[in-house]
Nanobody, 120 residues
Framework: QVQLVESGGGLVQAGGSLRLSCAASGRILSVDSMGWYRQAPGKQRELVGDIVDGRTPNYAESVKGRFTISTGNAKYTAYLRMNGLKPEDTAVYYC??????????????WGQGTQVSVSS
């Protein structure tokens, strides 16, 4: 099994910044994609952005130019840097990692979620 641990959420004023972290562990053979999703109250979970096969990150239109996804020097870590936060960014943010385990089984793992709240 592959486990994800997230950290870094919190409460911030509009215009502020936060950085979320995600660390994956377990019997990982490969990582195909690392990404971030969010779910606001009463809404469906949506993709914030992801990195697929190590290529240039993809972002939702609503966060382009404000959010940056990166991977860390430590293996199987990812970050979401959020600048210029707006009240509409308030949501629970989830890390997602997809790939193949050491036993050859594909995995699609989710973090526990971290709350980001932006006050106006």
């Amino acid at each position: 099994q592959v486990q994800l641990v997230e950290s870094g959420g919190g409460l911030v004023q509009a215009g502020g910044s936060l950085r979320l972290s995600c660390a994956a562990s377990g019997r990982i053979l490969s990582v195909d994609s690392m990404g971030w999703y969010r779910q606001a109250p009463g809404k469906q979970r949506e993709l914030v952005g992801d990195i697929v096969d190590g290529r240039t990150p993809n972002y939702a239109e609503s966060v382009k130019g404000r959010f940056t996804i990166s991977t860390g020097n430590a293996k199987y870590t990812a970050y979401l840097r959020m600048n210029g936060l707006k009240p509409e960014d308030t949501a629970v943010y989830y890390c997602n990692v997809k790939g193949v385990t050491g036993t050859g089984v594909r995995y699609d793992s989710w973090g526990q979620g971290t709350q980001v709240s932006v006050s106006s």
